[in-house]
Nanobody, 123 residues
Framework: QVQLVESGGGLVQAGGSLRLSCEAF????????MAWFRQAPESERTFVAA???????DVDSSVEGRFAISRDPSKKLIYLQMNALKPEDTATYFC?????????????????WGQGAQVTVSS
């Protein structure tokens, strides 16, 4: 089992930037794919971005060009850099992990989850 701890959420005005971090407490860092999902109130949890140990990444089309995912292997951290934020980006953002290299976009493919970080974008 992997313990994931997110940080970096907060309140920002539209057009601003935030960077989320997720620290992974795992012995299988080099075998895991890490991802970010988000969930707005009354909505399902949706894919944002994922990266595997080979640094192959995938970003959802709804945020492509504005969001970027990256890894710091030495610290077992992943980041979600969010730029040009919009009010519709408001959600709780979750870090997730799964064993293997596949960049799945479905939440049910991920076995471990963080507690979530709230991101609120005001207009």
């Amino acid at each position: 089992q992997v313990q994931l701890v997110e940080s970096g959420g907060g309140l920002v005005q539209a057009g601003g930037s935030l960077r989320l971090s997720c620290e992974a407490f795992t012995r299988t860092w080099n075998e895991d794919t890490m991802a970010w999902f988000r969930q707005a109130p009354e909505s399902e949890r949706t894919f944002v971005a994922a990266v595997n140990w080979g640094d192959t990444a995938d970003v959802d089309s709804s945020v492509e060009g504005r969001f970027a995912i990256s890894r710091d292997p030495s610290k077992k951290l992943i980041y979600l850099q969010m730029n040009a934020l919009k009010p519709e980006d408001t959600a709780t953002y979750f870090c997730a992990a799964r064993r293997g290299a596949a960049l799945f976009t479905s939440a049910d493919k991920y076995s471990d989850w963080g507690q979530g970080a709230q991101v609120t974008v005001s207009s």
